[in-house]
């Protein structure tokens, strides 16, 4: 067995050479931090270096802090808004675009991929000014045509719903390329049969662009998901988790115990239960959405 492994790896020492940076910049970035957090989130940490086993204790205390708690229901609650809002804005989009000329076709993904390519924090405080709730454009066209003005970031009800909007925003141009794509690469003779049955638009939408784009929506679903549960730039820079932890999410709180509190078993145990928790969502989506249907 060992000789033959060892045949193995002489007869692809190239191949092995080629694939040694790739593999050593996983093992130092990837898999070694990812064993340190592992590790880190069952210890006792303090700042002179020392680490003492304590368990589970660190995750037993993430459960009995409200803080935590809060920033969990926040979490899942602008990731179940936006996921959805970003779908059915990207598809139906992608479905209005497919049938135009390329250059409008381009013209439009290219504004729309715009925000994808600006500077984040630019994007940030603008639209901070946009929902600022005294002066804000988004007040005065509220005042405009008589509704009240809205305090869209201090708010118990409007923050999540104000970091969602940006979050949509920033990231559907790229939702709208794949979609694009992947309608494009359906056979124009699917539609072709269905408009001689006599089909409506939203019937081809439904049961033909649909199920053939499903690969794609799996991939969107999936990486929309994982993004949204890591939020943290957009709450750092318009809301700092305010106003009282409301727009705190996990990725948020983890990051406030690692480099202000300095409490990194905390940290760490925020980071082992937002990756079980992103691993459960990514199984029950593979299990719901994967097809292999090909055409």
């Not at 193995?8 to 970035?29: D, G, H, M, T």
């Not at 639209?127 to 970031?153: C, Q, S």
């Not at 708010?155 to 559907?172: D, E, K, N, R, V």
């Amino acid at each position: 067995m060992n000789k033959t492994l060892f045949k193995r790896i002489k007869k692809n020492s190239i191949a092995y050479l080629f694939i040694l940076p790739s593999f050593s910049a996983y093992v130092l970035f990837l898999a070694y931090p990812l064993i340190s957090t592992f590790k880190m989130s069952l210890t006792k940490y303090d700042r002179i270096h020392s680490y003492d086993f304590v368990g589970i204790s660190n995750f037993v205390k993430l459960f009995n802090d409200d803080v935590f708690r809060k920033a969990i229901f926040n979490t899942c609650w602008f990731t179940a808004f936006s996921l959805p809002a970003v779908l059915i804005i990207s598809i139906l989009i992608s479905a209005f675009l497919i049938d135009k000329s390329e250059r409008v076709k381009n013209f439009f993904l290219g504004l729309f991929y715009l925000p994808a390519v600006s500077s984040i924090v630019t994007i940030c405080f603008t639209w901070k000014l946009i929902f600022k709730a005294k002066g804000g454009i988004l007040n005065h066209l509220l005042e405009f045509i008589g509704i009240p003005a809205v305090n869209w970031l201090g708010g118990q009800t409007f923050p999540l719903l104000a970091i969602s909007a940006i979050l949509i925003y920033l990231t559907i141009g790229f939702k709208i390329i794949l979609f694009t794509a992947a309608m494009g690469a359906i056979p124009k003779s699917f539609y072709e049969i269905a408009d001689l049955e006599g089909a409506s638009y939203y019937y081809k939408l439904i049961h033909i662009t649909m199920p053939l784009i499903r690969p794609t929506f799996l991939f969107v679903v999936i990486t929309s998901t994982i993004g949204f549960f890591q939020t943290y730039v957009i709450i750092q820079l318009v809301t700092g988790g305010g106003p009282y932890n409301r727009t705190t999410t996990i990725a948020f709180n983890l990051m406030q115990n690692a480099f202000l509190f300095i409490k990194f078993e905390m940290a760490s145990a925020m980071g082992v239960f937002l990756l079980i928790i992103i691993s459960i969502f990514t199984i029950i989506q593979l299990k719901l959405l994967s097809s292999e249907l090909e055409y």
